[in-house]
């Protein structure tokens, strides 16, 4: 068991948790996407292996602030894999993030969580979260 930084190679698997999430036909863009955030300097894109098989992945962003002292570091996609969800795993890679983001002198951590993921919820409570309202979004076409 192991975090590392993810590779391309690492795509496949990658394409089979966001299927687990419903993010269905990413991959005819995944190589492109997952180079870009591999090479990014304000990105960290690890997975969790296991008997060199990928079953969790997370993409952290580190945001620099100007108006306050603390950068935030923000999870946009955190996936364990269904069969080995409330083993550990989601616990581990979270606090990767933690400690990530503290090297990079974060002062917070946020995650946009859809509503109907009440599991998740639950896991990011237990971890410390707090719920902070709002969050607007502007879908571009």
């Known amino acids: 068991m192991s975090i590392r930084n993810a590779k391309t190679e690492d795509g496949d698997a990658i394409i089979v948790l966001l299927d687990q999430l419903g993010y269905n036909g990413s991959g005819k863009f995944m190589q492109e996407k997952l180079q870009r955030l591999i090479d990014h300097p ?19 962003h580190f945001i620099p602030q100007i108006a306050l002292e603390g950068d935030f570091a923000r999870i946009s996609y955190f996936v364990v894999d269904n069969s080995v ?31 109907r993921r009440s599991d998740a919820h639950r896991f990011y409570f237990r971890q410390g979260y707090e719920e902070v309202p709002k969050y607007l979004v502007k879908m571009i076409k």
Not at 45 to 53: K, L, P, Q, W
């Open 42 to 60: 304000d990105e960290e894109f690890v997975v969790y292996e296991e008997d060199s098989r990928v079953i969790a992945f997370m993409s952290i």
């Open 85 to 115: 969800r409330s083993s550990g795993v989601g616990k581990a890679l979270e606090e990767y993030c933690t400690q990530a983001a503290k090297r990079r002198k974060c002062d917070r951590i946020e995650v946009h969580c859809h509503e």
